[in-house]
């Protein structure tokens, strides 16, 4: 007997019932008419009932997931090569969050895919330079930017330079905050005062684990420092600004469960405002490459650590996105959950305004050339459809642990339910989300779903930037 349980936008789960297993075909679409009630009743009782073959490494429907999802995210995340003449313009009566981005690192991590170049003082002084042209074209096209978040690469590579920039972008615009990333090596006196005095409220700092080896295998140990050093400067610094948060990375391939345990029992003893886990997520050219060097990603061992983390960190720290915990309501976690349209200057980084995804070139050469004649930076292009613009708000917002359903009506108008009904019934057959009134939240369950989603989301975008860089002559 085959019974069709569930599906995606083109995928179905068929369930042979007589040889307890389950196969999964994709190229049939078809949804059976079963309540919400019906298939959640049904899911349940196929894993109570050990019909489906789930046993600790073999996850069905993560794993599934995980497929569809790197499927699907493959022609969903393609972008046109533009030549772009004019900037955009911005409207007035939004609120946009300013997305900066500075590609340098004087230690490049083999793990990451962000647009970044090893650290050279001249070019980065250029570099510098040519952000504060693209910030002034910018301040003269209607962008209200209340938000900024200074990300990298390493923004404070220059402090002096990263100062002198925030103070144009608050002549600019009326920011209320600012958020700017570092390296452990970087908490120092005198680069916290230059921070503290351009107003930087969010200091994030990444730290990736406690543990040595840990370090010395993501390359990081030599340049940014040992455990217990980072942990040091960490507690040393604490309330210098609003909120300092601590990025980590779990299911590295070398970090055992006990190894993230030690992580967690110093990040509950330290006093970081917030903790932002991310899960290792590698572009398909990084993953091969790590696999030879350092090992193989395991997607079934994500669950256990995602699961492991929200246990530890659940009593002293609130979830503010999947991944993110705060100790208290922090600011800008996740500017992409917070504000509905960014807008995104330097070298490789990416702008969401009026349902266009735009890039700017990755190439730091023709970035600074580009802006030295005041001229866009932007390379690359992805218009989404409606559909596909209900759907990344389905995806972020949710991502953010809920949905406003009543603000989602006043923009869409009745079409997101219409639209995304599979999805919304398949998460909520799932046990995935619940409704409470207008808000739609998820749960437990579904917080790790949303782990997946994303995951896959950043490798599709980590996947895109490896084929910009790819292109950037000489590989600079
Ligand atoms: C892009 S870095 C920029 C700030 C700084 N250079 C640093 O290393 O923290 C910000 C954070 O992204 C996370 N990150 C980078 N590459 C990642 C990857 N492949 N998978 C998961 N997280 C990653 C790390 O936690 C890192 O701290
Ligand atoms: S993780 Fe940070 S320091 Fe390492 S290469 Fe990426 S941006 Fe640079």
């Known amino acids: 007997m085959v019974l069709v349980v569930g599906c995606g936008s083109a995928a179905l789960i068929l369930v042979d019932m007589n040889a307890a297993n389950c196969y ?21 009782n196929l894993f109570s009932l050990r019909l489906l073959w789930v046993r600790e490494g ?23 090569d533009v030549t772009v003449n004019k900037l955009a313009r911005g409207n ?3 609120e946009y969050l300013l997305y900066v981005h500075i590609p340098f690192c004087e230690e490049l991590c083999p793990y990451c895919s962000f647009n970044r170049y090893k650290f050279q003082e001249d070019r980065a002084r250029r570099y510098f330079a040519a952000l504060r042209r693209e910030i002034k074209l910018y301040s003269e096209r209607d962008f209200r930017c209340t938000g900024v978040y200074v990300g990298g690469g390493t923004p404070t590579v220059l402090p002096e330079e990263l100062a002198q920039t925030l103070q144009l972008i608050r002549e600019s615009f009326p920011v209320r905050e600012v958020s700017v990333e570092t390296n452990p090596n970087h908490l120092t006196d005198e680069v916290v ?4 005095q351009a107003g930087v409220n969010r200091l994030s700092v990444g730290v990736q684990s406690f543990d040595d080896d840990l370090l010395k295998a993501m390359e990081r140990y030599h340049k940014y420092g040992s455990g217990a050093e980072i ?8 309330g210098s600004f ?29 006093p970081a405002d917030q903790v932002t886990f991310y899960p290792l997520m ?3 050219v990084t993953e091969k490459i790590i696999r030879k060097t350092l090992g193989k990603v395991d997607y079934r061992r994500e669950k256990i650590y995602y699961q492991e983390i929200f246990k530890q960190l659940e009593a002293d720290y609130q979830p503010g996105s999947a991944w993110c915990f705060s100790r208290q309501k922090a600011m800008i976690d996740e500017y992409i959950v917070d504000y ?5 200057v330097g070298s490789g980084s990416f702008s969401y305004l009026n349902g266009k995804i735009m890039a700017n070139t990755f190439s730091v050469e023709e970035y600074c050339e580009k802006l030295e004649k005041d001229l866009p930076a932007v390379a690359f292009c992805k218009d989404f459809s409606l559909f596909e613009r209900m759907r990344y708000d389905f995806m972020i917002k949710l991502f953010g642990t809920s949905i406003d359903m009543a603000a989602i009506r006043r923009r869409y108008g009745n079409f997101f339910a219409d639209a995304l009904w599979k999805e919304l019934l398949l998460f909520k057959g799932l046990g995935a989300l619940k409704e409470d009134g207008n808000r739609l939240s998820l749960t437990k369950k579904g917080y790790y779903y949303w782990v997946i989603m994303m995951r896959e989301f950043f490798i599709g975008v980590n996947n895109f930037r490896d084929i910009c860089r790819n292109q950037v002559k000489g590989g600079e």
């Open 340 to 344: 509905d349209e960014y807008l995104g």
């Open 193 to 196: 005062t230059i921070l503290r």
């Open 92 to 94: 007035q009566e939004r």
């Open 242 to 270: 609003d909120t300092l948060n601590v990025d980590m990375i779990f299911n590295f391939p070398s970090q055992s469960l006990e190894s993230l345990q030690r992580d967690l029992e110093i990040l509950k003893g330290m």
């Open 231 to 238: 942990e040091a400067n960490i507690k040393h610094y604490k």
């Open 58 to 80: 073999l996850m069905l429907v993560e794993t599934f997931m995980t497929k569809f999802l790197r499927y699907q995210n493959q022609r969903y995340l393609t972008f046109d």
């Open 24 to 44: 999964i075909r994709r190229d049939v679409f078809c949804f059976s008419a079963i309540s919400i009630k019906y298939l959640h009743q049904i899911l349940e």
């Open 282 to 284: 590698v572009s398909t």
